[in-house]
Each structure stands twice: as structure tokens, then as C-alpha cells.
């Protein structure tokens, strides 16, 4: 089992930066590959990011290619998302999901956490 809390959401301005960071409880937290996916209003839930479970490789969503930075610490077992240079089409509830393979589909993820909201005010 692992359970994921994420934090670091809030309103922020376009152009601005926020992290996030998502927290995993257990052990096998280095055993998983982990994810970031986004959920709008009136949308599907959305792939924004993934790394391995070394953290040497990592893939983006077009849409936030060289804004966007995954980076995980596995002492510290949790994952993070730096997002840079924001637009309010950003705004979303990002989840944090754990799985046994790196992908950037969804329902491939055993493991979510709760959400955080990131609004992005133009």
C-alpha cells in the first residue's frame, strides 16, 4: 500500500512558479514509478509528467515541455513538480498517482493522492 498526500498548490499569477510536492507513506516508495496528471473542470484527467523509479528518466506533456520539471528524492520519498512560467490554462487539481511502470496512462497507476488545487489568474 501507499498512500500519497500532495501540497504546494495555491494561486499564483501567469508567469509565475509553483512547486509541488507529494508525499509518500511506506516503504516501497522507490519501488514505484510515480506520475503527475491534471484534472480542469468539465475535463478528462490529463498526463502532465512522469519518472522512473530511479528518477534518470522522465516524460512531459507537450503542453508543459520545458515549463515543467518532475524530480523525485527517494531518502525522502516523495516527487516533485516545479512549474514555471504559468498560464491560467494550467488551472487544475493536479494528482500525484504511484505505479509499477513509468506511463502516461492513467488507469495504470495504482495509487493516488488526494489533489491540490493550482489556479493560474491571467
Known amino acids: 500500500q501507499v498512500q500519497l498526500v500532495e501540497s504546494g498548490g495555491g494561486l499564483v499569477q501567469a508567469g509565475g512558479s509553483l512547486r509541488l510536492s507529494c508525499a509518500a507513506s511506506?516503504?516501497?516508495?522507490?519501488?514505484?514509478?510515480m506520475g503527475w496528471f491534471r484534472q480542469a473542470p468539465g475535463k478528462e484527467r490529463e498526463f502532465v509528467a512522469c519518472i522512473t523509479r530511479t528518477g534518470d528518466s522522465t516524460y512531459y506533456a507537450d503542453s508543459v515541455k520545458g515549463r515543467f520539471s518532475i524530480s523525485r528524492d527517494n531518502g525522502k520519498n516523495t516527487v516533485y513538480l516545479q512549474m514555471n512560467s504559468l498560464k491560467p490554462e494550467d488551472t487544475a487539481v493536479y494528482y500525484c498517482a504511484a505505479g509499477m511502470v513509468v506511463t502516461t496512462t492513467p488507469s495504470l497507476y495504482g495509487y493516488w493522492g488526494q489533489g491540490t488545487q493550482v489556479t493560474v489568474s491571467s
Open positions: 511506506g516503504r516501497t516508495f522507490s519501488s514505484n514509478a
